[in-house]
C-alpha cells in the first residue's frame, strides 16, 4: 500500500488490500469524508492494486502502475463534470457519460476498469486547499488534469444532483448488475449525498480527515471497555458525560462526536482482522457520521447524545 495512505488510513488500508486479495471487494465504493483530495488518491491507490502486474508494492514500477501513477492508464476513468466529457452539458453528469462507461463495459478487457466519480472543478486553491495537495502530492498520484497557472484541479463531493435521473437509472443497472473486474467509487462528503439505491449495493467508508487535531478519548472510554456490548445502565450517565465535558471546556458538538469517531477508528485500526467487529464499527462509525450532520443542522446536542445512547443500546 501507500506509505502516506497507509499511514493515515491504516485500517482502511489493511482493510482493502485484504478484500483485493481475496476477491471480496464490492464492485460499487463510497468513500466519504470531507477531505475529496485524499479520497481521490485513495480511490487512485484501489485501482493499482487491482491492476498491478507485479508486487503490489509503492515503487513497483509495472506499465499499469506508472501509468496510474501519471494518471492517465486508459481503463482507470475520473468521471466528473469536467472529466471524460464529450457533450456540452456543464453542469451534471451526464447520461453520455455513463452510456459510454456502460459502452466499454460491453468489451472484456486485461484490465481491471476504475470509473470514480467526483464532482471537479479547475480552480484558485485556498491555504487550506493548498495543504491538500501538498499531502496528495506525497502519494505519488497526479490529478487527472495538469494545472494551468494558478488554477488547479480539485474535486469536490458527488451528490444526487450531479447525476441526472436518467443517467443515475443506466448507472443502477450496472451496479446491480457488475460486470466481472469493474468497480465504480464514488466520493462524497456526506453518504446522504448519495441516491439510498445506490448506498444499499455499496461498501461504505469514511475517511476522517484527523490532520492535526488532538482528539481526546479519556473523557468517554469506561463506556466503551465492553465494546461492541453496550451498558444499557449507563446510557444515561454516557449522555450527561458527553454534555458535561462539551460545556465544562466550552466546546462544539461536532468536536465531541469527533472524538468519539476518532476513538472508534483507531479500535477498527487495531482489530482490522476480525470482520464481525469491524463490520459493528462501520456501522457505528456512520452512525457518529449522522449525529455530526444532526449538529450541523443546529438539532440540540443534548437530544444528539441521546439518539447515539440509544442507537448504542438498540443495536
Ligand atoms: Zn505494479
Redesign the pocket.
Known amino acids: 500500500m501507500n506509505q502516506i495512505l497507509d499511514k493515515k488510513y491504516n485500517y482502511l488500508s489493511n482493510f482493502f488490500k485484504t478484500a483485493i486479495d481475496q476477491k471480496r471487494l464490492f464492485h460499487s465504493i463510497i468513500l466519504y469524508g470531507s477531505n475529496n483530495l485524499i479520497q481521490y488518491a485513495m480511490a487512485l491507490e484501489l485501482a ?1 492494486q487491482l ?7 509503492e515503487d ?7 501509468w496510474i501513477r501519471e494518471n492517465k492508464h486508459p481503463a482507470i476513468l475520473t468521471i466528473s463534470k469536467i472529466d471524460n466529457k464529450s457533450d456540452s452539458s456543464k453542469t451534471v453528469i451526464s447520461e453520455e457519460q455513463i452510456n459510454t462507461i456502460l459502452d466499454t463495459l460491453v468489451n472484456s478487457s486485461d484490465y481491471h476498469r476504475v470509473f470514480i466519480f467526483c464532482d471537479a472543478t479547475m480552480k484558485t486553491l485556498s491555504n487550506n486547499e493548498i495543504k491538500e495537495y501538498e499531502e496528495f502530492k506525497l502519494t505519488g498520484f497526479k490529478p487527472p488534469q495538469n494545472s494551468d497557472n494558478e488554477t488547479f484541479w480539485y474535486p469536490t463531493g458527488v451528490n444526487t444532483n450531479c447525476f441526472s435521473t436518467v443517467a443515475a437509472n443506466a448507472m443502477l443497472k450496472s451496479i446491480e448488475e457488475p460486470s466481472e473486474n469493474v468497480h465504480f467509487i464514488f466520493l462524497t462528503n456526506n453518504k446522504e449525498d448519495l441516491l439510498q439505491t445506490i448506498i444499499s449495493r455499496s461498501q461504505v467508508f469514511y475517511m476522517a480527515d484527523t490532520q492535526n487535531i488532538y482528539y481526546n478519548t479519556d473523557f468517554f472510554k469506561q463506556y466503551f471497555t465492553t465494546y461492541p456490548t453496550f451498558n444499557k445502565n449507563s446510557a444515561l450517565d454516557f449522555v450527561n458525560t458527553l454534555l458535561n465535558f462539551q460545556y465544562d471546556n466550552n466546546l462544539e458538538t461536532t468536536y465531541v462526536l469527533d472524538c468519539i469517531q476518532y476513538f472508534l477508528i483507531k479500535l477498527a485500526e487495531n482489530n482490522f482482522e476480525n470482520t464481525r467487529l469491524l463490520e459493528i464499527l462501520q456501522k457505528d462509525i456512520e452512525k457518529i457520521q449522522k449525529a455530526k450532520n444532526m449538529a450541523k443542522a443546529y438539532i440540540k446536542e443534548q437530544n444528539i447524545y441521546e439518539y447515539l445512547s440509544f442507537y448504542f443500546i438498540k443495536r
Do not use: H, I, S, V
Open positions: 493499482r491492476n498491478c502486474l507485479e508486487n503490489k508494492r513497483c514500477n509495472c506499465q499499469n502502475c506508472r
